[in-house]
């Protein structure tokens, strides 16, 4: 692994992707273990209850026994009444007529009636009970034995939770016998709904103008279910109120409105509370011939091109879709910042992934929301944690390398604009242009050498912190103190880029030189008085080009500035000392041809001339700062 490729995967936005694999890996093993299935089909259940109802007309139309019907004519209903309220709707032409209730056996009678009925009359289809592992079968009218396209099963699949969102096209028995389920051998009878095999795929069933694939292992949000037999997705879009109704006894005693039953398909079942058979889908509680009705409904509008079969994705594009956003989460922690950042993240990641995935659904497509959410969610959470963490470092680390030398807004402002020159929680080595302050006091040497040391200790305590302090409040920042001497930088660490700053800089300079000889001269006085030796003070200023950043190891690293202009400064300080010696004044400011560009309109100066400075091959010239041309502060 290449020294960059170690670098960038220990950067924040190297961990983000670390984690927001993590994060990855973690959903899908989660949501394969089958342990996000229940959520899963709790959001797809609220699309579909949410989802826009169809408007079209439905072209099916119910018969209802209702607790009316049962006390009048018995449990169950005899074989000639049932015939009479049968001959009564066929006679105005349905397309298919349903009948949503067993017939076994003879119940009286009406049976040679019923089966009359049945053998000349094909559009009427007639329920069946297939065996399970909870109920035995319940066969159809041994009348239609060799009659199987007029019989269709009434079995349901409930998923686990015992809400029915899928429905059957066909199932096969133990022998291998294919069975039709009763809405499909309904719906077939419609026109334009004919079945056949798809032209690609010649194993999918294809319905008037659409396919509809069988429902395959790990569809959609299910985990392991069973996918036995020929499975569909209920929609679920029309309201199992919109259909219409006519009770059993206005179609026995032929009272119905004929319009409700010629070219419709009529299903025929019982919604009597008396009478066990309902069924729990997304939208409640529906009895069994209501959730038939939506099934045939759903496949006539299927067939006629009016409702594209749900669909999903594939495994792999389900899998791209979940790490994608759980990378764009971990990467947006890294920006999170503040808290109503971080919100404002959620909330907008939140909307805009419901938003797509119901616009999908809209679309007819089930795509992955609940491992999105939580994958985005738990990434960006740790995430942030990490940043936090990080930068609690980071700030300790800018308070105690800046801290003690810059003013407590300066360390703000300095947290605030980190990335301008902080990389990886360590200052970043850059060249920018500064305006360097060296100060240094005139005899301090020989008289530490014949004082007390604490006396000196306290001496110098004294007029460093005063120095610091008026650094500080003319924002510069001190780098180092060497014995009696102070080096300051103005311009950093945020770093000054425009002329503008940079002039500002240099007359930030030279009003805190101008502030330390002022300083002095009343530290002098208070000395005095005290019997204590005075000092006096030189100071060389300087702006140009300079190297900034940390040097020393992690226990000992400062934040330094180097480079020609510092010591040019240096030697400003240091230039010409004995005729300082000479002088009455208690302070002497030099500055270098870069400042003075900088600062004529704001301070009266001196031209000294050029000269060649120790050390330097080049004359520089030199200008003594002499006072405040203006009143206040620059």
Not at 4 to 33: C, D, I, K, N, Y
Not at 140 to 149: K, M, N, T, V, Y
Not at 405 to 424: C, I, P, Q, T
Request: hydrophobic content about 45%; some cysteine; proline content about 5%.
């Amino acid at each position: 692994m290449s020294r960059w490729t170690q670098r960038w995967l220990r950067s924040r936005p190297g961990v983000a992707v670390a984690v927001g694999f993590a994060s990855f890996v973690l959903v899908m093993f989660a949501r394969e273990a089958g342990w996000l299935e229940s959520l899963e089909l709790d959001v797809f259940d609220e699309y579909l209850r949410v989802g826009p109802r169809t408007v079209r007309e439905s072209p099916v139309t119910l018969v209802v026994v209702g607790e009316d019907e049962i006390q009048s004519y018995g449990h169950p209903i005899p074989d000639a009444v049932m015939a009479d309220a049968l001959e009564n709707l066929v006679e105005f032409d349905p397309y298919a007529v349903g009948v949503d209730i067993y017939r076994d056996a003879p119940k009286d009678a009406g049976w040679e009636r019923l089966e009359a009925l049945f053998r000349t009359h094909p559009e009427f289809v007639i329920v069946e009970k297939l065996e399970d592992d909870h109920m035995s079968a319940v066969t159809a009218p041994a009348f239609l034995d060799e009659r199987p396209g007029q019989v269709g099963f009434s079995d349901m699949m409930q998923d686990t939770d015992g809400i029915v969102r899928r429905g059957f096209l066909f199932l096969w028995t133990d022998e291998g016998a294919q069975r039709t389920a009763f809405s499909l051998a309904l719906a077939v009878r419609y026109p334009g709904v004919d079945l056949a095999g798809d032209p690609d795929e010649p194993s999918f069933a294809r319905l008037g103008k659409t396919t509809l694939p069988p429902i395959e292992l790990d569809y959609g949000g299910y985990k392991g279910q069973d996918i036995g037999g020929y499975q569909y997705q209920f929609d679920f879009r029309r309201p199992r109120e919109s259909f219409e109704r006519i009770t059993f006894a206005e179609a026995v005693e032929r009272s119905f409105d004929p319009a409700l039953v010629r070219d419709r398909v009529v299903l025929v079942g019982t919604v009597s509370p008396s009478v066990k058979d309902d069924f729990q889908i997304p939208h409640g509680m529906v009895h069994g011939v209501e959730l038939h009705a939506l099934a045939v409904d759903q496949l006539i509008r299927n067939g006629l091109g009016f409702a594209p079969a749900i669909r999903t994705w594939s495994e792999w594009q389900e899998r791209l879709w979940v790490l994608a956003w759980c990378l764009a989460a971990a990467l947006a922690g890294v920006r999170a910042g503040s808290l109503l950042r971080l919100a404002g993240i959620v909330v907008c990641g939140m909307a805009a992934l419901v938003g797509l995935a119901y616009w999908a659904f809209l679309e007819s497509v089930w795509i992955p929301v609940v491992p999105v959410a939580l994958g985005g969610l738990g990434a960006l959470a740790l995430v942030v944690a990490y940043v936090t963490q990080q930068e609690r470092v980071e700030r300790a680390q800018a308070m105690n390398l800046f801290g003690k030398y810059v003013s407590r807004s300066l360390v703000d402002s300095v947290w605030e604009e980190r990335d301008l020159f902080m990389e990886g929680g360590r200052p970043k080595s850059q060249c920018i242009t500064v305006t360097v302050l060296i100060s240094d006091l005139l005899g301090y040497t020989s008289r530490a050498e014949k004082s007390d040391p604490a006396e000196v200790m306290e001496w110098l305590g004294t007029y460093t912190d005063r120095m610091a302090h008026l650094v500080e409040i003319h924002g510069g920042m001190v780098n180092d103190f060497l014995g009696d001497g102070l080096m300051a930088s103005f311009g950093v660490p945020i770093p000054s880029v425009t002329e503008e700053e940079i002039a500002h800089d240099a007359t930030r300079a030279v009003e805190c030189a101008l502030a330390m000889g002022e300083a002095l001269e009343a530290l002098n006085e208070d000395w005095r008085r005290d019997g204590r030796p005075t000092a006096r003070l030189r100071v060389g200023i300087l702006t140009g080009p300079a190297v900034v950043g940390h040097i020393g190891a992690d226990e000992r690293m400062k934040y330094a500035t180097v480079g020609n202009t510092v010591n040019t400064a240096a030697r400003l300080e240091t230039y010409d000392k004995t005729a300082f010696e000479l002088e009455q004044s208690t302070f002497r400011i030099l500055v270098g041809q870069a400042t003075l560009d900088r600062i004529s309109d704001c301070f009266t100066t001196q031209s000294v001339g050029d000269h060649v400075l120790r050390g330097r091959g080049e004359p520089v010239t030199i200008y003594r700062v002499l006072g405040r041309a203006r009143v206040g502060n620059s």
